[in-house]
């Protein structure tokens, strides 16, 4: 990441499973490579450890899927910044 001048490191994941080892990669990157926010669906029930994350958010497929099908697009609040 250094080599490509990247400084901060955001992450999106979907249908994660997230064991102790995964637990320990995303908090080496963390500290490594300034992991600054992981966001990640509910498709798969998350652990408590992630959930208490400072950097970690989670997102309901339901009302991303519901919201989007029925055209309004109001989940993701940052659509209406641009």
């Given at each position: ?14 249908h ?67």
């Amino acid at each position: 990441m250094e080599e490509k001048g990247i400084g901060e490191l955001y992450m999106g994941i979907s249908h994660n499973l997230f064991s102790k080892k995964a637990y320990r990669r995303i908090m080496e990157m963390r500290k490594k490579y300034s992991l600054r926010k992981l966001d990640v669906t509910n498709s798969i029930p998350q652990t408590e450890d992630f959930k208490q994350l400072p950097f970690f958010t989670e997102y309901d497929l339901a009302v991303i899927f519901a919201n989007e099908i029925g055209g309004s697009g109001r989940y993701f609040p940052e659509r209406d910044q641009r």
